[in-house]
C-alpha cells in the first residue's frame, strides 16, 4: 500500500477553529497541508493515537514580544508548551529592524524599559548582522521552531529616518514619505502589518519618549496607508489613554478612523475591568460593537489573566494610590515596622486602605489580596488564603491581620493581588464578547515580573472548563480563526483540507497553565520567569510535530509567514 499521509492523528474529537460542532475523525498530513480529515485508514508515516482528546488549529498567539528572544530560542519557549504554533512579535511599536548600527542601543533601550528586558541579555543574545527589514526576516527564518509572523515596529522605522531626534519631534512631510518606503519594503518582503504607540509612560532606558509617541496622527494614518495601498497586512496600536474616561471616546474614534482611512483591520488595546474605574469597560465593549456594526473592522483585544502584582511590605507598588501606604515605603525598614505597630499611624491606613471611598487602583478588597508564600514555616498553614480568610482564622480585622502577619514574618511575607482585571464577572463578560481578541500574553516581556505565556492554556483550563464563559468550540475559534482572519493567515485557523497542518493536540478534561517558575536561561546568564502547561499533548506546525507532552522533538518547521495575498 502506498503512502497516503507523513502524519495521521486518529481518533480525535475536531474542533475545527469555526466554532461548529466538534466530531471525532482522523486529520491526514501530508506536504505541511491538512490533506484529508474523517475515518481515515491509508497508510502513514506517523501515526498519533489521541483516543479522543481535542484536535484543534494551533493557537496564534497575536500580542507577544518576543522578537530578541527568537534569535536564541527558535521555539519561542514557553508559548510552544501552550498550543502556540504561530507567534507575532514586533507589537506595540517596538521591533528590531529596520536598524543602522547607530540606531541600535536606542532600539535596545526601549525594549530595557517598556518590556523590561535586561540590556545585558539583550547585548548577547541579539547579532544584529542586518540592517533593513528584508535582512532581518532572512535571519529569523534561518532556523524556527514555531511560524512566526511579524509586524514592523514605528520606534524602529522612525528612528531609522529620523536618528535621534525620532524621540524629540514631529517628522517632516519628506521623513513621512522615507517612513513609508521602510513599511512598504517590510510587507513585501513579509511583515505581517504595522505597530504603533502613543502610550504616555512609554520611555527608553535613557528617559527619553520612545520614538513613535512623537508621530501626529498624520503620520500613523500615512503609515497606515501603505497597508491600504498594498491591501495587506493589519495594524496594532496602544495609547495607553483608555483608562482615562474622558479620553476614551477620542481614542477609540482614532482606531476607527485608522481602520476606515488604511481599509485594514485594526487591533487596539485594550479592554480591561480597572477597580478605579468599574464600569469603563462596559463603555469600551459598546464602542467597540459599534463600531464593527457599522463594518468598521476595528478589534479590541483582552486578556484571560488577571494582571497579578506579586508584593511584600518590604517593596509594594500596589498601594502607590494611598498616601501613607505609598510613604511608608519609602521609610527604613525597622522604622517602618515600627510605624506598622503604631495605632495612630495603623488608623490612617486601615482608612485609606479599607474604608475610604476615593479612587484608588488598589482595589480595597482584602478578599482578593492573597498571602501566596510565608517566610516562617509556621505561617505555611496560611499560603493560598486571602487576607480576609486570613483575618477570620485570627479573629481580627483585615488591616490588622494584613500588617501583624507581615510583621511576624519580618515584612518578607509575599502577596498578591491584582489592580486590572480583578472582577471575575466583569473579565468573564469581556471575554465571552464575540467582538474581543483574547491574548496579549506579552510573551517574551517582563521577563521577571510576569509570565503571560499561558493565555490559551488558562483561557480553556479556567475559564471555559470552570467557569463555562462558552463552549469549548466557540473558545478554540476566538483563539484561532478570529486571529488568523484579522491578522491574514488565510491557510491558518482551521482544521481542513488544504490549510497548513499547524494543528494542537489537549484534553479539554485537563488543560491549564501551570505556575511560572524562576530559571536562569537567558543569554548572559539573566533570569526570567518561564510557565509549563499542563494537558497539552502534541503540537504540530506545518505538518511536523514540535512538542510532544511538552518536550521538544528536534524538529524546527517554524518558518517565517509571507503574504500570501502577495504571493509570497
Ligand atoms: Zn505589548
Known amino acids: 500500500m502506498p503512502v497516503e499521509y507523513d502524519l495521521l492523528i486518529k481518533g480525535g474529537r475536531i474542533y475545527d477553529g469555526s466554532g461548529m460542532p466538534s466530531y471525532l475523525g482522523d486529520v491526514g498530513v501530508r506536504g505541511g497541508k491538512i490533506v484529508e480529515l ?64 547607530q540606531d541600535r542601543q536606542g532600539i535596545l533601550q526601549s525594549f530595557v524599559r517598556v518590556e523590561a528586558m535586561p540590556m545585558s541579555a539583550l547585548k548577547e543574545g541579539v547579532p544584529w548582522d542586518w540592517t533593513t527589514y528584508p535582512e ?44 513609508k518606503d521602510l513599511v512598504r519594503e517590510g510587507v513585501r518582503a513579509g511583515a505581517r502589518g504595522f505597530s504603533t504607540n502613543q502610550n504616555p509612560v512609554h520611555m527608553r532606558e535613557d528617559g527619553r519618549p520612545i520614538p513613535s509617541r512623537l508621530a501626529t496622527e498624520e503620520e500613523i494614518l500615512a503609515l497606515a496607508s501603505v497597508l ?113 505597630r503604631n495605632p495612630e499611624v495603623r488608623a490612617k491606613l486601615r482608612f485609606e486602605g479599607l474604608e475610604d471611598k476615593r479612587s484608588s487602583r488598589f482595589s480595597r478588597r482584602w478578599d482578593l489580596v492573597y498571602f501566596i508564600k510565608a517566610a516562617n514555616a509556621e505561617h505555611q498553614y496560611l499560603e493560598r488564603k486571602s487576607v480576609a480568610e486570613i483575618a477570620r482564622l485570627r479573629k481580627q480585622d483585615v488591616i490588622d491581620a494584613f500588617l501583624d502577619l507581615s510583621l511576624e514574618e519580618g515584612l518578607e511575607a509575599q502577596f498578591q493581588t491584582s489592580s486590572t482585571n480583578g472582577d471575575e464577572v466583569a473579565v468573564a463578560e469581556i471575554l465571552r464578547s464575540p467582538f474581543t481578541l483574547v491574548g496579549q500574553s506579552d510573551a517574551g516581556a517582563h521577563l521577571i515580573y510576569d509570565a503571560g505565556y499561558g493565555y490559551a492554556t488558562r483561557f480553556l483550563g479556567y475559564w471555559i472548563r470552570e467557569r463555562n464563559v462558552m463552549s469549548v468550540e466557540e473558545g478554540v475559534r476566538k483563539l484561532t480563526f478570529m486571529v488568523a482572519s484579522i491578522f491574514g493567515l488565510h491557510d491558518r485557523g482551521l482544521v481542513r483540507p488544504g490549510m497548513a497542518a499547524d494543528l494542537v493536540v489537549f484534553d479539554p478534561e485537563t488543560v491549564c497553565d501551570s505556575e511560572p517558575e524562576m530559571v536562569t536561561d537567558l543569554p548572559a546568564g539573566e533570569k526570567r520567569l518561564v510557565q509549563k502547561a499542563q494537558g497539552v499533548k502534541t503540537t504540530v506546525v506545518n505538518g511536523q510535530v514540535l512538542t510532544e507532552d511538552g518536550q521538544h522533538t528536534g524538529a524546527f518547521p517554524g518558518r517565517v509567514l509571507g503574504n500570501m495575498s502577495m504571493g509570497l
Open 136 to 179: 532581518y526576516l532572512r535571519k529569523l527564518d534561518q532556523r524556527l521552531g514555531v511560524n512566526v509572523a511579524p509586524l514592523m515596529g514605528h520606534c524602529a522605522v522612525r528612528q531609522y529616518v529620523m536618528g535621534e531626534d525620532a524621540c524629540a519631534r514631529a517628522a517632516t512631510a519628506d521623513e513621512i514619505e522615507r517612513m
Open 228 to 340: 491600504g495601498e498594498l491591501n495587506c497586512g493589519s495594524v496594532q496600536i496602544s495609547q495607553g489613554s483608555l483608562g482615562v474616561s474622558n479620553e476614551t471616546e477620542k481614542s477609540i474614534g482614532f482606531f476607527n478612523r485608522l481602520a476606515q482611512e488604511s481599509g485594514r483591520p485594526v487591533i487596539w488595546q485594550s479592554i480591561a475591568h480597572r477597580w478605579d474605574q468599574p464600569d469603563l469597560w462596559r463603555t469600551h465593549l459598546k464602542m467597540a460593537e459599534s463600531a464593527l456594526a457599522e463594518g468598521i473592522p476595528s478589534y479590541p483585544l483582552c486578556n484571560a489573566r488577571l494582571f497579578n502584582n506579586r508584593f511584600t511590605l518590604k517593596n509594594a507598588q500596589v498601594f502607590d494610590d494611598l498616601p501613607t501606604w505609598k510613604q511608608m515605603m519609602f521609610i527604613p525598614f525597622e522604622q517602618r515596622a515600627q510605624l506598622f
Open 38 to 101: 474523517g475515518r481515515l485508514n491509508g497508510k502513514a508515516r506517523q501515526v498519533i493515537n489521541v483516543d479522543g482528546l481535542a484536535v484543534s488549529p494551533g493557537f496564534i498567539d497575536f500580542h507577544t514580544h518576543l522578537d530578541a528572544q527568537l534569535l536564541w530560542d527558535p521555539l519561542a519557549t514557553s508559548s510552544c508548551w501552550h498550543g502556540v504554533t504561530t507567534v507575532i512579535p514586533g507589537n506595540c511599536g517596538l521591533a528590531l529592524a529596520p536598524a543602522r548600527p
